[in-house]
């Protein structure tokens, strides 16, 4: 649910980027009080395993469409929701800059459309959901479902109002959203049914590590065991198991297709362009390849050395993002312990 910059107008993206930065602020303030600082190599890690994840879309059956998981839900469960939207917000930032997966004009959209519903509305209600079942239950795994389901619902829905908006006429309001949300529905049952067997997975093996569980004493040996889990995971999901994402469109050029006939919106203002132009720029491997020309045999799997650099790379850029954010979440003016003078 990438948006191009040709879906929004300079002011909607304007304002989702507003919308985005006064989140990421809100975030980075509550997650240094919580002294979250301490866990941002786990974020480093689970954001590089996303970023990963991503790049791996499913079919959808019986309708020529694929997705893939967004993980805004599943970081906050394991991260808490500040540290969550400020890691998919660094995922969607190197996807935009290195791979030209999702526009630099829109990205304000992206981030929100992704990271500020299943953080900040759909987290909050699998909590209050969790408190009414046992977390191992199978209620607490339809509750995360469910979760999941809103999370992509609400995105989904946010950017059909961004092209409205946008008097993107292409796109008739109506018509769009009947095609994006039950395509979206469909995704993000299959998103929630994977965040519900990893989350599984991590209640047997590091069940402390849990954002509601947590505590700076019990947590060490849980990120090392936790962590060397996901950076193996990563780096196949990223090198090896991309070579088998679904070649269908995804669900937003899907829907995209079926109103207007064509994936490509034409929009031919100077800020596009100057926005097209930078992207250019700085996407060192476009759709995850070495950008090379010519008709390429079209296979499946399809084994590819430049999908496998830009899955382990772009895993590596996250990482090091995420840690770069890491230094803003220092809490400023910690007063030193004072020392008792020995006599």
């Known amino acids: 649910m990438h948006m191009a910059d040709a879906l929004i107008s300079p002011q909607v993206g304007a304002v989702m980027w507003t919308a985005t930065l006064a989140v990421g602020a809100y975030s980075i303030k509550k997650a240094r009080e919580k002294e979250e600082q301490d866990h941002i190599a786990l974020a480093g890690i689970l954001g590089a395993f996303v970023f990963a994840a991503q790049m791996i879309n499913f079919s959808i059956p019986g309708t020529g469409s694929s997705g893939h998981i967004g993980g805004g839900l599943l970081l906050s469960i ?3 929701p500040h540290l969550a939207f400020l890691t998919i917000a660094a995922i969607l ?8 997966d999702g526009g630099l004009l829109s990205y304000g959209c992206n981030v929100f459309n992704l990271a500020f519903y299943t953080c900040f509305i759909a987290y909050p209600l699998l909590c209050q959901l969790s408190k009414k079942t046992d977390k191992k239950s199978t209620l607490s795994k339809a509750a995360m479902v469910l979760a999941s389901v809103i999370g992509l619902q609400l995105g989904a829905f946010s950017v059909v109002l961004e092209t409205l908006f946008s008097n993107k006429t292409e796109l008739p309001f109506f018509t769009f959203v009947m095609l994006m949300q039950p395509i ?3 995704i993000g049952l299959v998103e929630g049914f994977i965040t519900a067997a990893i989350i599984s997975s991590v209640e047997k093996t590091a069940p402390q590590i849990l954002s509601h569980a947590r ?3 019990s947590t060490a040996p849980a990120i090392e065991k936790l962590g060397a ?12 198991l991309s070579w088998f994402a679904s070649t269908q469109p995804d669900g937003l050029e899907w829907s995209i297709e079926k109103v207007s006939g064509t994936v490509d919106i034409e929009s031919t203002s100077n800020v596009h362009g100057l926005f097209s132009d930078l992207q250019k720029k700085t996407a060192i491997l476009p759709d995850y390849s070495f950008g090379t020309t010519g008709e390429a045999l079209e296979t499946w799997p399809k084994a590819d050395a430049g999908t496998s650099v830009s899955g382990i790379a772009g895993a590596f850029f996250t990482f090091l993002l995420v840690f770069i954010i890491g230094f803003a979440l220092k809490p400023k003016n910690k007063p030193e312990p004072v020392q008792k003078a020995k006599w």
């Not at 930032?93 to 030209?100: K, V």
């Not at 889990?229 to 090896?240: K, P, Q």
């Open 78 to 80: 394991l991260l808490g």
């Open 93 to 100: 930032l190197i996807q935009a800059l290195f791979f030209a």
């Open 229 to 240: 889990v996901f950076i193996v995971a990563a780096l196949f999901t990223g090198g090896i």
């Open 215 to 217: 505590t700076q004493s």
């Open 184 to 186: 979206h529905l469909a």
